[in-house]
């Protein structure tokens, strides 16, 4: 009985270990992907601002609180726009910010596929 309890207990310690570093991953996940707003161009994972270590503290929160990623990503875009992720979400807002690199590519091979053909004749 005791070697059967033993082994209970240390199941659930790695189970416990498992969860905790689940969690410290999906914080860094978010984390790296949130922009900080004092340090320019800086995720909120690589800075060591205030701001940043506040932000930290809430995503920690908000996760042992048992919100999702993208709960988390909402709640964050609410309260201070869009503009704090770095992988902004596809939608009406940012169109543009997804199609321009497109548009850019495809401009750019126009232009360099008639300098080409102006070149060959």
């Given at each position: 009985?005791?070697?059967?309890?033993?082994?209970?207990?240390?199941?659930l310690?790695?189970?416990?270990?498992?969860?905790?570093?689940?969690?410290?991953?999906l914080?860094?996940?978010?984390?790296?992907?949130?922009?900080?707003?004092?340090?320019?161009?800086?995720?909120?994972?690589?800075?060591?601002?205030?701001?940043?270590?506040?932000?930290?503290?809430?995503?920690?929160?908000?996760?042992?609180?048992?919100?999702?990623?993208?709960?988390?990503?909402?709640?964050?875009?609410?309260?201070?726009?869009?503009?704090?992720?770095?992988?902004?979400?596809?939608?009406?807002?940012?169109?543009?910010?997804?199609?321009?690199?497109?548009?850019?590519?495809?401009?750019?091979?126009?232009?360099?596929?008639?300098?080409?053909?102006?070149?060959?004749?």
């Amino acid at each position: 009985m005791k070697k059967f309890s033993l082994f209970i207990i240390i199941l659930l310690s790695l189970n416990i270990n498992s969860s905790q570093a689940d969690e410290i991953e999906l914080q860094n996940k978010i984390t790296k992907n949130l922009r900080c707003l004092i340090c320019q161009g800086q995720s909120v994972f690589d800075s060591d601002s205030d701001f940043a270590n506040s932000l930290k503290i809430v995503v920690r929160n908000k996760i042992d609180e048992g919100f999702t990623e993208n709960e988390i990503n909402d709640f964050l875009i609410q309260k201070y726009g869009e503009w704090i992720l770095y992988d902004p979400k596809f939608n009406k807002n940012t169109y543009l910010l997804w199609l321009l690199p497109l548009l850019i590519f495809l401009l750019g091979g126009a232009i360099i596929f008639k300098k080409l053909i102006k070149i060959n004749k």
